[in-house]
């Protein structure tokens, strides 16, 4: 199963670095920070194309053209091109993110990164890995060590931001990122580059692969308040590398007035 979708992934990263670089045509969405090009409908299209081969009969969610429901306890979650902002700029920071569900409950993971060649990918109770070899986060246990990158919706509240940096400037951490691809934020954390993520309210296909890599990295991840999610599709969330350094981050995230 977990090949298919690797297959997947990848034909969808083939059809995205055939328009990186290029001058695209924007089609808004949501809001003018939301917007797709012909690479995120092509790299869909090719991973829609290569999964219904195999698993004609399960429910699928893709960011672009939405749910295809089938009555199956089975959904494929897929993000086609996590970073369109970034790729569009020409900033080589994006991937391809593809989960799968039973129920509520995730149980594969794979995110590509095209520019690199990279698969990330994790199946429940089988570890995580890069290019076939086993990952795991790292054990750095003091903010003063640590890299945190922040992710965020569109309508985000730009405070939050501020006292985030305020938040690590007093606790003197290392340092505060904002990626725009979390997709990459879950695969770097489960490979032990960087140390915690805070998100505050993305989509559902943004992040269901990059849980379950980060988890059988060994990660941790909870609501704000250090409480178990109800399940992966929670967008308001923290996680981070091991359980000594999530308390520290529950900390932080307690002073930040408007992250609920």
């Not at 006292?163 to 997709?183: P, Q």
Request: glycine share 8%.
């Amino acid at each position: 199963m977990i090949d298919h979708i690797i297959t997947a992934a990848k034909l969808g990263g083939e059809q995205i670095n055939k328009y990186f670089g290029e001058i695209l045509e924007i089609s808004r969405k949501s809001s003018l920070a939301d917007f797709r090009t012909q690479a995120d409908l092509a790299s869909e299209k090719a991973i829609l194309n290569e999964l219904q081969k195999y698993f004609p009969n399960y429910n699928y969610l893709a960011e672009e053209s939405g749910w295809k429901k089938n009555d199956s306890p089975f959904t494929f979650v897929i993000d086609p091109l996590d970073g369109t902002n970034n790729f569009s700029l020409g900033i080589s920071n994006f991937s391809v993110s593809i989960g799968l569900q039973k129920g509520d409950e995730t149980i594969a993971g794979v995110i590509y990164n095209p520019t690199t060649h990279q698969v990330y990918y994790a199946e429940k109770g089988k570890g995580a890995y890069l290019d076939g070899i086993k990952i795991q986060t790292n054990n750095v246990s003091d903010i003063q060590n640590a890299t945190i990158s922040y992710v965020c919706g569109y309508d985000n509240d730009g405070t939050i931001y501020e006292d985030l940096v305020s938040g690590m400037n007093i606790r003197k951490g290392k340092r505060l990122l904002t990626n725009w691809s979390v997709a990459l934020d879950h695969c770097l954390l489960a490979n032990g580059r960087i140390e915690a993520i805070i998100c505050n309210g993305t989509e559902v296909y943004d992040n269901i692969a990059g849980k379950i890599i980060v988890k059988e990295a060994g990660g941790i991840i909870t609501k704000f308040n250090g409480q178990k999610e109800e399940n992966d599709e929670n967008a308001y969330f923290i996680v981070s590398n091991n359980q000594i350094f999530h308390k520290e981050i529950v900390d932080l995230c307690s002073s930040i007035k408007n992250l609920k």
